[in-house]
């Protein structure tokens, strides 16, 4: 079986985190490492953890130049949590996670980006819907 990594992305607050815990026997997830970990320690994790699992999820916000170019040795599936500004925007107040609430402004604007790259971006993201 061909090693695959799924990029599982979505804006801050959309729900990766549980949609991993729910869907992947195996995921990294950057805000789930300690707080000096860099993007590029969980990369090396992801890869580590195909050593032990054939399916490993990858959870970033939207995947970086670094990500794509050291993964792409992998099968990658790339999945978006579809999701509106708003929902985000609810779930990041309910869960009150204490790095989001101390720049609420900054997590709000990170957001917009993301959404904007998301409607532009060439990645052949599949879309699922965790909001039903």
């Keep these: 079986m061909c090693k695959k990594i799924v990029l599982l992305c979505g804006l801050i607050g959309s729900g990766k985190t549980t ?4 869907n992947f026997k195996c ?3 950057l805000d789930m490492m300690p707080r000096s970990s860099t993007k590029k320690e ?3 994790l992801s890869i580590n953890l195909l050593k032990t699992d054939d399916v490993v999820c990858h959870i970033s916000c939207f995947p970086t130049e670094m990500e ?3 993964l792409k040795e992998y099968e990658i599936e790339y999945l978006w949590i579809d999701s509106t500004i708003s929902q985000c ?3 990041i107040i309910r869960r009150k996670r204490q790095r989001d609430m101390e720049n609420l402004a ?3 604007y990170e ?3 993301l959404y904007n790259r ?4 060439v990645i052949p993201f599949k879309k699922i819907n965790v909001w039903k």
């Excluded at 998301?118 to 971006?121: A, D, G, P, R, S």
């Design 19 to 22: 949609y991993a815990q729910n």
């Design 27 to 29: 995921f990294t997830d």
């Design 42 to 44: 969980q990369v090396a």
């Design 68 to 70: 794509i170019s050291v």
């Design 89 to 91: 925007q609810d779930n």
């Design 106 to 108: 900054k997590v709000f």
């Design 111 to 113: 957001n917009e980006i």
């Design 118 to 121: 998301m409607l532009t971006t």
